[in-house]
């Protein structure tokens, strides 16, 4: 991949991740590896609909994935990467 398709796709994951509740859901998948979306809604005291959004949302990017048993669906994250990002980003000097 060339130095212009990589800022393009890095600009591309960051715009998706780029939402508060986004980054909360990013960070619990990275704690618990996986979770269903009554687990996440019920602990980031949020509408179901709008966790089912974000979900969507970042699926169809290419950050989560999902798995099903029965009739749940369980979301994790495809690349453990993007947890790191936002952990870099914490501990950036824009952050103070």
Do not use: W
């Not at 890095?10 to 960070?27: D, E, G, S, T």
């Not at 009739?71 to 950036?92: G, M, Q």
């Amino acid at each position: 991949m060339n130095d212009e398709k990589k800022i393009d796709k890095a600009a591309y994951v960051l715009k998706a991740v780029a939402h508060p509740l986004r980054i909360k859901i990013i960070q619990m998948l990275n704690e618990n590896k996986e979770l269903n979306v009554s687990a996440i809604y019920k602990d980031l005291n949020a509408e179901q609909s709008l966790i089912s959004h974000h979900l969507i949302n970042m699926r169809d990017k290419g950050i989560l994935d999902i798995r099903r048993s029965g009739k749940n669906i369980y979301y994790f994250l495809v690349d453990t990467a993007v947890a790191d990002v936002i952990e870099c980003i914490y501990r950036s000097k824009a952050m103070v």
